[in-house]
């Protein structure tokens, strides 16, 4: 759902703010001094640094709803939450900071209300439209040279931006599994979101230790290749982290038994180890 109105906001400000996304770049990043050095052009962007219930909005009493057999369901109203961000602009001159930020605002300014319909992914499921406020104190954010000590990085002149959504408490949250996360290291193009050299790739492995239907936790798996042992959690997950594409043998260790040793490929769709 953030992810997702991250994007929203950006869509909102190219459109409605007449920003050249070629031009311009729209991050939500933590403003730290070594993320502002590797910007190469004009960049807005929102910081989310604080989440929080809304209790002015919040509802009291469960809806009863009546169905056609006689039986009836009660449904909890959703949560109302508030999402707020700080806007901060970067640029090579303090004059096109400023010139920006003001575009910003006034684009923000106006912005009342999110229309469900107008947003990306998710955020076209919200029940109903998210009020937005802007430049306006906030309980969370009271002393802000402490936050920009904290992110080492100098004092700059931010909006405060808060958008109030819907969390739905009865919502069911389906999403394949991610087995494997791949890092691309290369020079990349700096008007596209591409690498016109790539150096080279890692990944990021994980999966589950089990017996039948029955998970594994407590079990050592090692990595013969390198020596690397974690311990699966209490899901019997492990992870393994930094390796590159190629052929692994991995060794699995339960108290109490024999160690049995598994070849996996990487990357690939599955890593869970069967005893």
Do not use: C
């Not at 989440?51 to 009660?74: K, S, Y």
């Not at 806007?87 to 575009?103: F, K």
């Not at 080492?152 to 389906?174: C, G, M, R, W, Y």
């Not at 594409?245 to 599955?270: H, L, M, S």
Request: hydrophobic share 35%; no cysteine.
């Amino acid at each position: 759902m953030i992810h997702d109105l991250d994007e929203t906001l950006k869509d909102i400000l190219q459109k409605r703010g007449g920003l050249n996304g070629g031009d311009i770049d729209v991050a939500f990043d933590q403003p730290t001094g070594e993320w502002a050095a590797s910007l190469n052009r004009p960049t807005i962007n929102f910081y989310l640094y604080d989440i929080r219930e809304n209790t002015e909005l919040r509802a009291r009493q469960p809806q009863v709803e009546r169905r056609l057999d006689g039986t009836a369901q009660t449904i909890f109203p959703p949560k109302r939450i508030d999402l707020s961000y700080l806007i901060t602009v970067w640029a090579r001159n303090p004059e096109d900071e400023h010139q920006l930020l003001w575009r910003v605002l006034g684009t923000l300014a106006k912005l009342k209300y999110i229309e469900p319909e107008d947003g990306k992914g998710s955020v076209q499921r919200q029940p109903a439209r998210m009020p937005t406020q802007v430049a306006l104190p906030s309980e969370a954010l009271r002393n802000m040279p402490d936050l920009w000590g904290v992110m080492e990085n100098q004092l700059k002149p931010s909006i405060n931006f808060q958008v109030t959504v819907a969390l739905d408490l009865e919502e069911v949250f389906d999403a394949p599994m991610v087995f494997t996360s791949k890092f691309r290291i290369g020079q990349a193009d700096g008007n596209r979101d591409e690498l016109i050299a790539l150096s080279h790739e890692i990944f990021h492995i994980g999966g589950h230790v089990h017996k039948g239907d029955e998970v594994i936790p407590d079990a050592q798996v090692t990595l013969l290749d390198s020596g690397d042992s974690v311990t699966t959690d209490g899901d019997g997950r492990y992870v393994f982290a930094y390796l590159h594409e190629g052929k692994y043998r991995i060794e699995v260790q339960v108290a109490g038994q024999k160690a049995k040793t598994f070849d996996i490929n990487v990357p690939a769709d599955n890593y869970d180890l069967s005893l």
